[in-house]
């Protein structure tokens, strides 16, 4: 019997399948950067309304001590649409309070002119001041410092730290803005038109405003106040009325020098 042959299939290679063409291949996902939410501007001058009063500085009768002429070494002057506080004679102390001006909630600004300051020679204004010894002021210091006081029976209570500030040029000459923010029991100050600080306190609740200079060291000082204006204020704190956190201690004042 014949066998019949059988054919041996050699298995052909398999072919490697070529790879896919990605034509667009996908970008990187970036990763996407925090979104931060805008936050508003704080308004330093909240409540600020119309103009309430506007000081042209023309009569010296409408301001304590004031006259138009010089009597001596040192002076409270009005002339040129300026009151000018003069010391050429230290130690003393000058002030001068607007008469029959009443206010409770108010912004005051004024433009002070500085031509002679050395040292730790003080200067400043007074806002809701009964009188020379019974009302808060901003004290100014030569060297360039600054603080809130309240001046009551003749002793000074600090409501707040000397702060040094670059709108606050150490020394003479120099020009700066003085603004007082009073609402309720919180005061602010602003120098140049930018906010300073905060201070709060309950004794005094309205009054006048004016100007000081205690003047002790030998080339005394000359200040110059003009362009007084009074805005009013309607705004009550939302939060609770705050008070210093601590008990400044009363320094005496010396005696006024008429």
């Known amino acids: 019997m014949n066998s019949v042959p059988v054919q041996t299939v050699t298995p052909t290679q398999t072919?490697?399948?070529s790879p896919t063409i990605v034509w667009f291949p996908p970008s990187a996902t970036p990763t996407p950067y925090p979104t931060f939410q805008p936050t508003a501007t704080p308004n330093r001058l909240p409540g600020l309304g119309s103009l309430l009063y506007e000081e042209n500085f023309s009569d010296p009768l409408d301001w304590t001590n004031a006259r138009t002429e010089s009597m001596g070494s040192n002076n409270v002057l009005m002339t040129g649409n300026r009151?000018?506080?003069?010391?050429?004679?230290?130690?003393?102390?000058?002030?001068?309070?607007?008469?029959?001006?009443?206010?409770t909630d108010?912004?005051?600004?004024?433009l002070l002119t500085l031509n002679r300051c050395q040292g730790r020679d003080t200067y400043g204004m007074y806002f809701r001041a009964a009188s020379e010894t019974q009302a808060y002021r901003l004290a100014l210091v030569c060297e360039g410092q600054m603080r809130v006081e309240r001046v009551r029976g003749g002793e000074i209570y600090p409501l707040s730290n000397w702060e040094t500030s670059g709108d606050l040029p150490p020394g003479a000459p120099a020009q700066v803005k003085i603004g007082v923010w009073v609402a309720g029991t919180?005061?602010?100050?602003?120098?140049?038109?930018r906010y300073q600080f905060t201070v709060f306190d309950r004794v005094f609740q309205s009054g006048s405003l004016g100007y000081f200079a205690?003047?002790?060291?030998?080339?005394?000082?000359?200040?110059?106040?003009?362009?007084?204006r009074v805005f009013r204020v309607s705004y009550a704190s939302p939060t609770p009325t705050?008070?210093?956190?601590?008990?400044p201690s009363p320094t005496r004042t010396p005696r006024l020098t008429p």
């Open 83 to 103: 009151l000018i506080l003069s010391a050429n004679l230290a130690p003393v102390i000058l002030s001068s309070l607007r008469s029959g001006l009443i206010l």
């Open 186 to 193: 919180e005061m602010r100050i602003f120098l140049n038109d």
């Open 242 to 247: 705050q008070t210093p956190s601590r008990t």
């Open 15 to 17: 072919s490697t399948p």
């Open 214 to 228: 205690n003047v002790r060291s030998e080339i005394g000082l000359n200040a110059s106040f003009s362009e007084l």
């Open 106 to 110: 108010f912004y005051a600004e004024t």
